[in-house]
C-alpha cells in the first residue's frame, strides 16, 4: 500500500512539472565561470559596413567556442548584446556585415563550454566604420543640345567601383528618379535623351561597388536643351505683282540658323501645307491666276534640325487683280461707219480691245479689234440691216486684261451705206 502511495505521488509530480513547463518554460541560465580561458588579442579592421574581428584561439578542451556581443548604435544605452555564436575553438576570425558606416561599435568576447558556462568577458574593443564612399571628384552638364543634355564625370579612383547611378529631377520637384545606370568603372559619360525642347533638369551620380556599397551622391549640376529657333518675324506678302506673291521676312537673330520653311494655306485658319525652303528670307510663290489671294506662314530651322514654331496668324498675299473694265459711254453711227467712246477704267490702263459680235447663238460671230491706245474707235466693216453688239476691254503695262464692259447693241439701217 506504502508503495502504490509513493508511485501515484510520482505520477502526480512528473504531470504537475511538465505542465508547469509548457506553461512557463525557462530557458537554462548561463554560470559566469572564473576558471574558463578569458579570449585575448582581440584585433579590428573596418570597412564601410563591414568589421572583421581576429583574436587568439584558445585549443583547450574545456571549451566549445566563442561569443561575440556587440553595441547597437541606435540604441546608445551603453549595452552589449550578443550576436553571434561559434561553434568551433579553432576559428579565430568573425566578420560583422550589414553595420552603419562611419559608426562607432563597441566589441567584447567570452568563452563557452558545453555545460552552459561562459568566461568572464574580453576587454571592450571600440571600432569605427569608414565612412561612406564619396561620389566621383568631378560631374558637368553640357546644355543646348537639341532634345538632350549630356552628363561628364570624372572616372572614380577606387578600383572597387563597378558602376555609376544616374538620378534626375526638374527644377519644380525635389524627389529624384534613377534613370540609368552606367556599368563600368572608366565609363564617363551618359545622354539622357528624348527630352522636351527648352527644359532645365538637375542631376547627381553615385556609384556602386562591386559589393554593392551605393555612395553619398555628387554634386549636383543642371542643364537645359536647346531651345526652338524664335518665331520668324517680319512676315510681309505682296498684293501687286503678276501671278505671282513674293513672301519675304526678317533674318533671324539666331546664327545657327540653316534655312527657313515657307507653308501656304488657301484659308488663314488649316491646312498649311509645305511649299518650299530657302536660306534667303524671300520667297516668289508662282500663282498662274489674277487676283488669287493665299496665306503664309515661315519657320526657321537652326543646324540641329530643330524648327520654330509657326506664327500664329498669317500673312494675306494677292496676286495682281485684273484692271476694273472701262466704262462704256456711246456706241453711234458716224456716217457709214460705227463709232465706240469709252472712258478709261483706271490708271493701270495702257491699251484696250473692242469686242465686235455679231448674229446669236450658234451662228453668234465674234470680232476682236485691239492694241487700241486712244479712247474711241470706229468701226468701218459694218454691213447694212445688220446688228451689232459692243463692248470693251482694258489691259494693263502686264498684259492683264479686264474684264468686258456692258454690251451696247447698235441696229444698221438697211439703205445705210
Not at 366 to 381: A, E, P, Q, R, W
Request: proline fraction near 8%; hydrophobic fraction near 30%.
Amino acid at each position: 500500500m506504502k508503495k502504490l502511495i509513493l508511485s501515484i505521488s510520482s505520477i502526480i509530480l512528473i504531470l504537475f512539472v511538465s505542465g508547469c513547463q509548457n506553461i512557463s518554460p525557462n530557458p537554462p541560465r548561463v554560470i559566469i565561470d572564473p576558471n574558463m580561458p578569458t579570449v585575448t588579442g582581440i584585433k579590428t579592421l573596418s570597412g564601410m559596413t563591414k568589421v572583421a574581428l581576429e583574436w587568439e584561439p584558445i585549443y583547450q578542451n574545456s571549451i566549445n567556442g566563442y561569443y561575440i556581443y556587440r553595441s547597437d548604435p541606435l540604441k546608445q544605452n551603453g549595452k552589449l548584446h550578443r550576436i553571434a555564436t561559434i561553434k568551433d575553438r579553432y576559428v579565430s576570425h568573425y566578420v560583422d556585415t550589414k553595420l552603419i558606416p562611419g559608426t562607432v561599435y563597441y566589441y567584447r568576447m567570452s568563452t563557452f563550454s558545453n555545460n552552459n558556462r561562459e568566461s568572464r568577458p574580453s576587454e571592450v574593443i571600440k571600432t569605427k566604420t569608414m565612412q561612406l564612399l564619396s561620389s566621383v571628384p568631378y560631374i558637368d552638364a553640357i546644355s543646348g543640345l537639341p532634345h538632350m543634355i549630356k552628363l561628364i564625370w570624372r572616372p572614380h579612383p577606387n578600383p572597387s567601383v563597378t558602376s555609376y547611378i544616374i538620378q534626375r529631377n526638374s527644377l519644380t520637384d525635389l524627389k529624384w528618379k534613377t534613370i540609368a545606370t552606367v556599368k563600368g568603372r572608366l565609363n564617363a559619360e551618359y545622354i539622357d535623351k528624348d527630352l522636351p525642347d527648352n527644359k532645365s533638369y538637375r542631376y547627381r551620380v553615385e556609384v556602386k561597388t562591386c559589393s554593392g556599397i551605393i555612395s553619398t551622391p555628387s554634386k549636383i549640376v543642371e542643364g537645359s536643351t536647346k531651345p526652338l529657333p524664335p518665331i520668324v518675324s517680319g512676315l510681309r506678302a505682296t498684293r501687286n505683282l503678276p501671278k505671282r506673291i513674293e513672301i519675304s521676312w526678317n533674318f533671324s537673330p539666331k546664327k545657327d540658323i540653316s534655312y527657313y520653311n515657307v507653308y501656304r494655306a488657301n484659308t488663314p485658319y488649316i491646312f498649311y501645307t509645305y511649299l518650299a525652303k530657302t536660306a534667303d528670307n524671300k520667297f516668289d510663290d508662282l500663282i498662274e491666276k489674277n487676283g488669287v489671294a493665299r496665306y503664309y506662314k515661315v519657320t526657321a530651322v537652326d543646324n540641329e534640325g530643330l524648327e520654330s514654331p509657326k506664327q500664329q496668324n498669317p500673312v494675306m498675299g494677292t496676286t495682281l487683280p485684273p484692271p476694273p473694265p472701262p466704262v462704256l459711254r456711246n456706241v453711234s453711227m458716224v456716217g457709214s461707219s460705227v463709232e465706240i467712246v469709252w472712258n478709261r477704267g483706271s490708271s493701270r490702263d495702257v491699251k484696250y480691245s473692242v469686242v465686235k459680235k455679231i448674229g446669236s447663238g450658234f451662228s453668234e460671230k465674234t470680232i476682236k479689234f485691239i492694241n487700241i491706245s486712244g479712247n474711241s474707235y470706229i468701226d468701218s466693216n459694218i454691213i447694212p440691216g445688220k446688228e451689232y453688239r459692243y463692248s470693251v476691254i482694258a489691259i494693263d503695262k502686264f498684259g492683264i486684261a479686264s474684264k468686258p464692259t456692258h454690251e451696247i447693241t447698235i441696229d444698221i439701217p438697211k439703205g445705210n451705206k
